[in-house]
């Protein structure tokens, strides 16, 4: 059947499309000439993309979104426990929901 | 969970968090002219330790001497980029099932949510009109939730598989950049084990393995682990939400994204170096807000990640060395 096949091929194309990104990041930066500066753009990278992440789902969540961010960051900060302060934004904002709010 | 985050402050030390009897090494303060330094100790102390007789990077299995002197990249120290204080201080020394282990176990407190979302992804590709095998052959494939999701979107009878393509490339776009970030640490990694483990490249296994590279994990079969166990909750959840169709429903009410969210906000967390981030922080965050606005789809999220690197290397004093 013709829609099957082409179903199947668009998810290979997908695949490796995919798999590409996956694979060429590490190649890339043999590339590029190696220098503190760019050390220290690839060591800012985790930080950028997590808050790039981040902020526009807190944002999209509203105020207890910002809240439960708060509080994950206190936890966490605190207890060390990445585990412990997610736990304590979920409560936050799922409280919220189930309160109407 | 088998690690904790933590503040970095100005001083770093190696933790004993990644099980093998790691030893204790000061890695001083910020100037990097104390990086090199720091550099040349860790290939010391990589040589001086005995390995496990696990699956060795590069494929040898012979005992540290020989692996300690793979890990210099020719031209020295310099050229294995340890980089400021703060990020992974030094490359991965193995690649073994303990990683695997260590990665699936971090990556744990991730996977209820991604069974939930995985349902949920199952059953909308029961009503967008694709069968089992498509929705879990797509999953195990290209396992990516963003571009799985963008895929429904655009899924009919006639199936656009050019504009499939282009969008689950651009949507994908970001992991250049997230698999640049480990490149300081993958190093040595190569071949077929560098092939396999880059399949489990997700913004969750990278985050997950970004802080554990800063708790002194050396193993590189952790990003696997810490991508597997996202992965094979997405397969089951995919499968599930197929099969079971449209007898489950209310699951919108609940935010099931914030678990993502909440998780990645702790990560966050685990790797802020210090004051200094805050400025580039600031940087991919507005950039963030005003790309999503003004561009479509998840590009935000690449425009804020190379801005706030930018900024980064553009707030960085200049190196001693």
Redo the contacts between chains.
């Keep these: 059947m013709i ?2 096949t ?10 490796l ?3 590409a ?6 190649v ?3 590339v590029l000439p ?1 220098s ?24 999209a ?1 509203g105020v207890p ?1 910002l809240v ?2 708060v509080i ?2 206190l936890v ?2 605190r207890t ?4 412990l ?6 409560v936050v ?2 409280s919220a ?1 189930g309160a109407g709010l | ?1 088998g690690y ?4 970095m402050g100005d001083r770093v030390e190696r933790a004993a968090g990644s099980g093998e009897g790691a030893e204790r090494s000061r890695m001083g303060t910020h100037d ?1 002219s104390g990086v090199g330094k720091a550099g040349d100790e860790l290939v010391v102390v990589n040589r001086s330790r005995t390995e496990p007789p696990e699956t060795m990077v590069g494929g040898s299995s012979s005992p540290a001497p020989s692996d300690g002197s793979a890990f210099i990249a020719p031209g020295g120290p ?2 294995m ?4 204080v ?2 992974g201080h030094g490359t991965a020394t193995r690649w073994s099932r303990t990683g695997i282990l260590a990665g699936a176990k971090a990556a744990l ?1 991730l996977l209820p949510g991604s069974l939930v979302i995985g349902v949920v992804f199952g059953v909308l590709s029961r009503e967008v009109g ?2 089992g095998l ?1 929705a879990i ?2 999953s195990v ?4 939730g963003a ?1 799985q999701f963008i ?1 429904l979107d655009l899924w009919a ?5 050019v504009s ?2 282009v969008t ?2 651009v949507v ?13 640490w ?2 040595p990694l190569r071949g077929w084990r ?2 396999v483990t ?2 489990f ?1 997700t ?1 969750e296994s ?2 997950l393995t ?2 554990a590279r800063r708790r002194d994990q050396r193993d590189a079969a952790f990003l696997i682990g810490a991508g597997l166990t996202v992965y094979l909750g997405w397969i089951v959840g995919t499968a599930t939400g197929h099969g079971l169709g449209s007898r489950l429903g209310g699951l919108e ?3 099931i ?3 993502f ?13 210090g004051r200094g ?1 805050l400025v ?2 600031a ?3 507005v ?3 005003v790309a ?1 606005r003004v561009l479509g789809g998840t590009w ?14 553009l707030a ?1 004093r200049p ?1 001693g ?1």
Excluded at chain 1, 80 to 83: A, D, E, N, T, V
Excluded at chain 1, 85 to 90: F, L, Q, T
Excluded at chain 2, 141 to 144: K, M, P, W, Y
Excluded at chain 2, 172 to 184: D, E, K, T, V
């Design positions: 829609e099957g082409a179903a199947y091929l668009a998810i290979v194309a997908m695949a499309v995919t798999y990104s996956r694979v060429l990041g590490p890339l930066t043999r190696a503190p500066r760019l050390d220290a753009a690839l060591a800012a990278v985790p930080g950028a993309v997590l808050v790039a992440i981040v902020v526009p789902a807190v944002l969540t979104g439960a961010t994950v960051v966490t900060a060390h426990k990445p585990l302060g997610a736990a304590a934004g979920v904002v799922w929901t | 969970m904790d985050g933590s503040m990097t310099k050229a980029p340890v980089g400021a703060g990020e407190p694709m069968s498509q052959l797509m494939l290209v396992s990516a571009a895929a009878p006639q199936v656009p598989v499939l393509v689950t490339l994908n776009l970001r992991n250049l950049l997230i698999g640049a970030s480990l490149q300081p993958l190093g560098r092939a880059m399949h490249l913004d990278w985050a970004e802080v009410n609940w935010d994204g914030f678990i969210t909440a998780f990645f906000v702790a990560l966050l967390v685990g790797v802020t170096r981030d580039p922080y940087v991919a965050a950039v963030a807000v999503q935000y999220i690449l425009a804020g990640g190379i801005a706030g690197s930018l900024a980064g290397a960085m190196a060395d």
